[in-house]
């Protein structure tokens, strides 16, 4: 990795994203979506490897964020070093062999892509010295793009390149020399000169013309292949050497471009980003203002409803209660991804927010019909909240989405306070949704049962009463729960009733 994502000697450790929360979260489908480019993209196992707990590696890439985001023509020069370095990590593939048509075409460029090398990485360096960098990340950026301009074998090979290759990155006038023998075969051959096209031969157009035959036509590309061809490997292997290390900055450069790219999407919708301030790993700290699901987002959705929340600092498990489609889900969402955003060292969407790291984030959703197939869907369920019980730790970041729906709700309610209370007793928080309103009601008995560990907390979902209807507001409170789902009310909003 290059020295965006890092500090200086810090290396990279892998985070704790789970398969399983991959697909909960849709990670893929946000990554797909915030991805600079169809061809320079990032997929959702590169950003998971990215993930970390580590405070210094997020406060590192959010000053790196920063910079790009205050500064559009930053960003516009970061993309022209991307494509400078995506150009030069395509000649590192190698060069054509053989002596077909296109081989020539193919060495000939390597002489054009030698002058690029020399006057792209001059463009970029200049580009990006008319900026004042703050962010540790920028500023070892450019001290690495200047050894490169500044070496002594990048200035050698700029003073003597007109000298030397003249001619070579667009040639239009070749003088070849050959001798036949008495039966018209090749017996010496060399390439005497090649020039860049200026006009001069117009004035030598009364000239007798040679037609050369197709055999003709052969030979001479095949002399010219084999003429260029030792220098055209020279070019390729300095250009590949010089860039080796800076190609490292690739990755960096499509991540952070990303990033940026996600947050201009959320404010061309009204919404409001932030770099949330780091609090300590002890305090499990999770408290945002106007907090929103970026997936609403991606999908296009027009109107787009953020909630405020804030967990106890050292750890909480609320408990979500409310009407069916009221937007449980979708904030059970927007926690875990602004959590999750927050360790890529990205922006989240929020107002204002203040997070502690977590270890992991664990999810537990309601299998589809195509994973419970082959061994039912209880024994699915069962399974994955084994794998989340056996993997997390203290302050690991749970979250429940309306769990054991395939057994009875007396079953349902039993094994989940007991999951509860294993998950209060380690010390972890999250969030857990559920349609069985006494998981909130009786949480005082696993409290005084459990004194230690997470606090217990019960939210809802809000609905505004006129009248003899409910109307959804898809807002969150902390409140007991109504023990009401609403089903009256969905059913009118489908025309049932």
Request: include cysteine.
């Amino acid at each position: 990795m290059g020295c965006l994502l890092y500090p200086e000697g810090m290396l990279p450790m892998p985070g704790n994203i789970p398969d399983q929360t991959t697909e909960d979260l849709q990670l893929e489908r946000l990554a797909a979506f915030m991805s600079w480019t169809h061809y320079l993209k990032i997929s959702a196992a590169e950003l998971n490897a990215l993930w970390t707990e580590d405070p210094a590696v997020i406060s590192h890439r959010q000053a790196v964020l920063r910079e790009i985001l205050v500064n559009p023509e930053l960003g516009k020069a970061l993309d022209m070093l991307l494509g400078c370095i995506d150009g030069w990590e395509g000649r590192a593939g190698g060069i054509r062999r053989g002596l077909d048509n296109m081989a020539v075409g193919i060495n000939m460029t390597d002489f054009g892509n030698l002058d690029s090398y020399i006057k792209k990485l001059d463009a970029v360096y200049n580009e990006l010295g008319k900026f004042s960098f703050r962010s540790a990340g920028m500023k070892a950026l450019y001290e690495k793009l200047g050894s490169m301009r500044c070496s002594e074998r990048f200035e050698n090979v700029k003073k003597s390149f007109e000298a030397l290759c003249r001619g070579y990155a667009a040639p239009k006038l070749m003088r070849l020399g050959f001798n036949l023998d008495g039966e018209l075969k090749l017996s010496a051959y060399k390439l005497l000169y090649m020039e860049q096209y200026t006009g001069e031969e117009e004035k030598k157009s009364k000239k007798r013309k040679l037609w050369f035959t197709q055999k003709a036509m052969e030979t001479n590309n095949m002399l010219l292949q084999r003429s260029v061809q030792s220098a055209s490997q020279a070019i390729g292997a300095f250009v590949s050497r010089e860039t080796m290390e800076f190609r490292s900055v690739k990755k960096d450069l499509i991540f952070f471009l990303s990033l940026g790219k996600l947050c201009r999407a959320w404010e061309e919708k009204g919404l409001k980003w932030c770099f949330p301030k780091l609090c300590p790993v002890s305090e499990k700290a999770f408290a945002v203002k106007d907090m929103f699901n970026p997936l609403l987002v991606v999908g296009g959705r027009e109107t787009i409803i953020t909630n405020d929340i804030e967990l106890k600092k050292g750890g909480e498990i609320l408990v979500l209660t409310g009407a069916n489609q009221g937007g449980k889900t979708v904030f059970l969402l927007s926690t875990a991804l602004t959590q999750w955003l927050f360790q890529l060292g990205a922006a989240v969407p929020c107002e204002s927010a203040q997070i502690s790291p977590v270890s992991g984030i664990f999810t537990v959703f309601s299998p589809n019909n195509t994973e419970h197939k082959t061994r039912g869907l209880l024994a699915e369920e069962a399974q994955r909240i084994a794998n989340v019980v056996s993997s997390v730790k203290e302050n690991s970041m749970v979250l429940f989405n309306e769990p054991l729906t395939s057994t009875s709700p007396s079953e349902t309610k039993s094994i989940s306070l007991d999951v509860i209370a294993a998950f209060k007793a380690v010390g972890m928080h999250g969030v857990w949704v559920t349609h069985i309103h006494e998981l909130a009601s009786e949480r005082s008995k696993i409290e005084a049962a459990i004194p230690w560990g997470s606090s217990l907390g019960s939210i809802r979902i809000v609905m505004d009463r006129t009248g003899d209807e409910s109307v959804f507001t898809y807002k969150v409170e902390r409140a007991e729960p109504e023990f009401n789902s609403y089903a009256s009310e969905v059913l009118r909003r489908k025309g049932v009733t």
